[in-house]
């Protein structure tokens, strides 16, 4: 059964405005892009990780690497989901020793994804910093893993649900607020 909508919070123009503010926050606390790599985690981490790396393109004229992490095999709660877990791809176009990561996902909840994450970070080699670049910050969090970089914080009961939408696998771009069904 589908969760019933309950509110639009962020448009896709706030989408925009929030990843191009984000992106040249990046930029100032790294002083450009020199020895970043922009990860993001899969799924709609990875559309956003891409449109960061564009903006920061455009404003600095350098092409960042990007890479996609799989986090699957790394979650705590792989034995609960039940049957075969879905695998997607990971790829990182370069070694991450010593690298500033800025990792990006779409919603933070309970950190425990972050904390997969950096599991599998650690896996590819130790990078010189991690950076946490979030769209939309839920609240709830069961472990101490703050964003970096942070879109909108929306609070939420834990009756309710964050659903971030791109265009390039939902046709649109918007994050609503859900009721659990």
Known sequence: ??????????????MERALRRMSSE??????????????????????????????????EGVKVPLGELDITLYR????LLGGQPVVHSTSVPA???GKKIVLVDDVLYTGRTIRA??????????P??????ILIDRGHRELPIQPDYL????PTSLQETVE??????????????????
């Open 1 to 14: 059964m589908k969760n019933r909508e309950k509110a639009c919070v962020m448009t896709a123009g706030d």
């Open 26 to 59: 990046i930029l100032e606390r790294n002083h450009g892009c020199d020895n970043l790599l922009v990860i993001g985690i899969q799924r709609r981490g990875v559309y956003l990780a891409a449109r960061v790396r564009e903006y920061l393109r455009e404003a």
């Open 76 to 79: 705590d709660d792989i034995r």
């Open 95 to 97: 070694d991450i020793s």
């Open 117 to 126: 994450a950096l599991e599998a970070l650690a896996d590819l080699g130790r």
């Open 128 to 133: 010189g910093s991690v950076q946490l670049l």
């Open 151 to 154: 879109g909108k914080a929306v």
């Open 164 to 181: 971030v939408r791109v265009s390039e696998l939902d046709g649109t771009d918007e994050a609503v607020i859900c009721e659990k069904s």
